[in-house]
């Protein structure tokens, strides 16, 4: 079985959901604190100053943009029917789960850890349109598992080393305390979620064999 499709198996499980959600609530209530105000002290945004530009690599904004182009790239000038669709894929599992996560920003309100460190502000506040109130999910992690998601189901052989490098970058999120815990964690958990819905729809359109690697391909 493909990587991404015994992931998704798992986490959809009943129990496995339970579990998963059960331990981002307890995150909230018991980590997330204590683990920003820990990372807050290292201070590794000026220690450790590589892990600034691996996060970068989890921003939407460019990914969004340089799929389309690469999109137009292999229709207009290499005429590449399958690399073409295979990057439209990739520009869904990019476009799709930031869609949503950004709704879910605004909608729950949640402060980032910068405003608990300067104002001891922590939690949930609602309906918010300033972005420091932007934290639950996070759109980096977002963006990077939905990416690697959508690479592990075109390149089932390498699935495992696309997801534990999109795993590095969300947590990148944490250790640089842009995030919290349980933000990375809910981004990952919903972006497969996401992902396996697209999947799920191009699987039932017949496009399946048209996206994948044949020499890769898994069920």
Not at 54 to 71: D, E, H, N, Q
Not at 196 to 210: D, H, I, P, T
Request: include cysteine.
């Amino acid at each position: 079985m493909a990587p991404f499709n015994r992931l998704l198996m798992i986490m959809m499980k009943p129990w496995m959901a339970v579990f998963y959600l059960g331990f981002v609530s307890l995150a909230f209530l018991y980590l997330d604190k204590p683990i920003a105000l820990y990372f807050h002290e290292v201070d590794l945004r000026s220690n450790l100053a590589i892990l600034n530009w691996i996060t970068k690599v989890g921003l939407g904004g460019f990914y969004l943009v340089s799929l389309v182009l690469l999109a137009l790239y292999f229709r207009f000038v290499a005429r590449n029917y399958k690399w073409e669709v295979r990057v439209w894929f990739l520009w869904l599992c990019v476009a799709f789960p930031s869609l949503i996560c950004l709704g879910l920003k605004i909608a729950l309100g949640r402060a980032r850890p910068s405003l608990l460190f300067e104002e001891q502000l922590y939690g949930f506040y609602g309906l918010q349109t300033q972005s420091t109130f932007w934290s639950f999910p996070s759109g980096h992690s977002t963006t990077i598992m939905g990416l690697v998601f959508g690479l592990s189901i075109l390149f089932p052989r390498y699935g495992y080393a696309w997801i534990a490098a999109g795993l590095f970058v969300a947590i990148s999120r944490i250790l640089l305390t842009h995030h919290y815990l349980s933000d990375v964690l809910i981004a990952a958990y919903l972006a497969l979620l996401e992902v396996g819905l697209l999947w799920c729809w191009v699987r039932q359109k017949n496009w399946a064999a048209s996206l994948q690697d044949n020499a890769n391909t898994a069920n």
